[in-house]
Each structure stands twice: as structure tokens, then as C-alpha cells.
């Protein structure tokens, strides 16, 4: 008599399986990395990947003191991978140890909890972005005058704040794309996250390739605050669908943040850059002040707010009908029991002739014997 073999159950891979795995994958990776500084051949090539590159030392004749700047170069690209890696293994580190276990205690539906997974991510994000940004644009006298956006342009020399600042988010929005596969999103939010990552991307390394590193920043630090807003408001009203005013300020700061971002793209490259004396094309002194360039910056910032408002508008249109439709319902039946109910009649004449109305006949009189 034969024995029969159990067929094998085909493996599950889980979020969390998925999860170990690419983080287990590129963390070996970045050890990698990380261990060809102990060796004297590759220690030069390691170095590479970690460090900030295009080092330029000036000499302050004022106060004999050394000044430390920044340049971009093709070696920022090592750079970018690195970083890159660790944001991958920190994306998987804040899934698994914060947002999994808090997901297990809201027992949220698919949908929610994708959505999220995807707020929690973004709102760590904007929140070191937010307040790296500030402590970077409290340092220099932007705020207070609006003219070294564009004076003294190409401004092709940065400190290392702000040039690993920008190294760190193009890392960040750079892993977002191999994180679609990764989290496992659903087929219907790749779309909307791949627009808006690519978006970022392309006007981060724009501003950074293009030296308008000022600009950039003071730019991004405003944005990231109302998406921290909005991100976190939708954290606390999936924990309790009654948490909106959160929503009302964001839409407040919205539309300010938009303003102001069409204000100083119109001043930079519409009257400071334009009116600049140096102007010309010059990829070796990183100099991309001419008409064509300037038109496409603009045309491209301008575009962006206008998409931005145009699902900001979708989006308070449909928040709208939504809160019609739970009134609408609520109103028909206040209005329904405000009525009189009047008993009608439970019997009709029908030929001169009683009858009830479930179809019986009323009971028959007896007739007189003649």
C-alpha cells in the first residue's frame, strides 16, 4: 500500500516577510559599503559613497578663518545610492516597529490601511525635512531679504547643510520608486504616487543642478509644513473619523502656501534673474541664466501649483458631496416623522357594498323568516 505525499502548501509572503526581506537585502548592501573603509584599496571608492563630495576651502582674510563650501558633481550620484539604501532601510524600520503595530489596533480596512502606511511614512518625512529646513533658513538672511534669491547669481557654492540637505531628499524621493513594489501598493494609488514623487524629484535636482539651491529651499520648507498638516490630520481621522478641523487649517495654509510660491517664482525669474547682468549659458561656472531656461522654470513651477490646486479643488468638491449626502438622508427622515400619520379607513365601499380592506367580507346579517 502506498503512501501518499503531501503536497507542500505554497509559501505566504506577508507584508512583513516583504518588509524583512528588502530591508535584510539592502542592508547587506550598505554594509558592504561600509566595510570597504576598512581596507586600504577600496577605502577611496567607500569614501565616495559616504561622504559629501566637491569639498572648496576659501580663506576669510576679516578673520584669517577658513570657509568650507560645496560644489555639485557626477560623484554626488554614488552619494545619492548610499543615502538612498539607508532610506529604504529606515522606511522598512518605521513600517514594521511603528506603523504595523499601530495598524493592529485601528483594525483598518485595506483601503485605509494603505492610505496609512502612506501618511505615516510622508508625515516622519516632512516632519525632519520641516524642521532641518528651518534650522538651515534661520542661519541665513532669506526671509528677511528676498533679493539673495537672485543676487550674486550662480550661486554654484554651498554649505554643507544645505548641499547634504539636498543630497538626503533626492535620496528620499528616489527610493519612493523601488518602495511601489516593495510596500506591495495597490494598483490604483501607483498612479497618484508615482505623479507626485516624480514631481518632486524633477524640481529638487532641477534646483540643485540648475544652482537655485535659495530658491529651492525657501520653497520647500512652507510646502512641507501644510503636506505635514495634511498627512497628520489624516492620521488622527483615521484613528477617530470626528477629527477634521485639522482639514480647515490645512486648507487654509494651502492656498497661502501656492500664493506665495507663484510670488517668488515671478520675482526670481521674472525680475531678479531677468535684470541680472550676467547672463549667458555656462555649464563649466554652472551660469543657466538665459530666456529659455528661466521661461521653462517658471512654466514648469507654474504648472505644478495649477495641477496642485486643481485636485485641491476635486478634493474639497467631493468632501462636500460627501457631507450633503450624510445630511440629505438625516433631514428626509426628521421630515418623515415630523408628519401626522392619519388611520385610514379599514373598510371601502365597493358597489354599495362593505368590504374591509385584507379582502374579507363583513359578516353577513341574518334575514327575518317571512
Keep these: 500500500m502506498g503512501l501518499r505525499k503531501k503536497a507542500k502548501s505554497p509559501p505566504v509572503f506577508s507584508h512583513e516577510f516583504v518588509i524583512q526581506n528588502h530591508a535584510d537585502m539592502v542592508s547587506c ?15 577611496k571608492y567607500a569614501i565616495m559613497f559616504i561622504t559629501v563630495q566637491y569639498n572648496v576651502t576659501y580663506i576669510d582674510e576679516s578673520r584669517n578663518e577658513p570657509l568650507h563650501f560645496y560644489a555639485y558633481g557626477l560623484k554626488d550620484v554614488a552619494t545619492v545610492f548610499f543615502y538612498m539604501l539607508i532610506a ?66 550662480p ?46 524629484i524633477a524640481h529638487i535636482v532641477g534646483a540643485y543642478v540648475l544652482n537655485l539651491h535659495r530658491l529651492g529651499l525657501i520653497l520647500l520648507v512652507p510646502h512641507y509644513l501644510v503636506e505635514l498638516l495634511f498627512h497628520a490630520s489624516r ?51 554652472g551660469n543657466f541664466n538665459v530666456l529659455t531656461v528661466r521661461i521653462s522654470c517658471l512654466a514648469a513651477i507654474c504648472l505644478t501649483q495649477a ?12 468632501k462636500w458631496r460627501e457631507h450633503i449626502q450624510n445630511q440629505f438622508p438625516k433631514k428626509k427622515l426628521a421630515n418623515s416623522k415630523s408628519k401626522p400619520y392619519k388611520k385610514e379607513s379599514s373598510k371601502a365601499h365597493i358597489n354599495g357594498a362593505v368590504k374591509s380592506e385584507d379582502g374579507a367580507s363583513p359578516r353577513a346579517r341574518k334575514s327575518k323568516a317571512l
Design 155 to 200: 550661486h554654484i557654492h554651498m554649505f554643507f547643510q544645505v548641499k547634504f540637505f539636498y543630497i538626503c531628499q533626492i535620496a528620499y524621493w528616489l527610493h519612493a520608486l523601488p518602495e511601489l513594489y516593495f510596500q506591495k501598493v495597490r494598483k490604483e494609488d501607483i498612479a497618484r504616487q508615482l505623479y507626485y514623487t516624480c514631481l518632486y
Design 307 to 318: 495641477w496642485m490646486m486643481w485636485k485641491f479643488i476635486n478634493f474639497q468638491l467631493k
Design 235 to 285: 492620521l488622527f481621522y483615521f484613528s477617530d473619523e470626528n477629527k477634521q478641523k485639522g482639514f480647515t487649517l490645512w486648507a487654509l495654509l494651502f492656498v497661502m502656501a501656492r500664493l506665495l510660491t507663484l510670488t517668488l517664482s515671478v520675482l526670481t525669474f521674472g525680475f531678479g534673474l531677468a535684470r541680472a547682468e550676467n547672463q549667458g549659458l555656462s555649464i563649466a561656472n
Design 29 to 43: 548592501v550598505a554594509m558592504v559599503v561600509l566595510l570597504g573603509l576598512m581596507f586600504e584599496v577600496t577605502a
Design 88 to 153: 529604504i532601510i529606515l522606511h522598512a524600520v518605521i513600517q514594521e516597529y511603528i506603523l504595523d503595530k499601530i495598524n493592529r489596533r485601528l483594525h483598518l480596512s485595506k483601503t485605509k490601511h494603505s492610505k496609512f502606511n502612506e501618511s505615516g511614512q510622508l508625515a516622519f518625512f516632512y516632519l525632519i525635512s520641516f524642521a532641518w529646513g528651518t534650522s538651515i533658513i534661520s542661519a541665513e538672511p532669506y526671509t528677511t531679504n528676498p533679493t539673495l534669491l537672485w543676487e550674486d547669481y
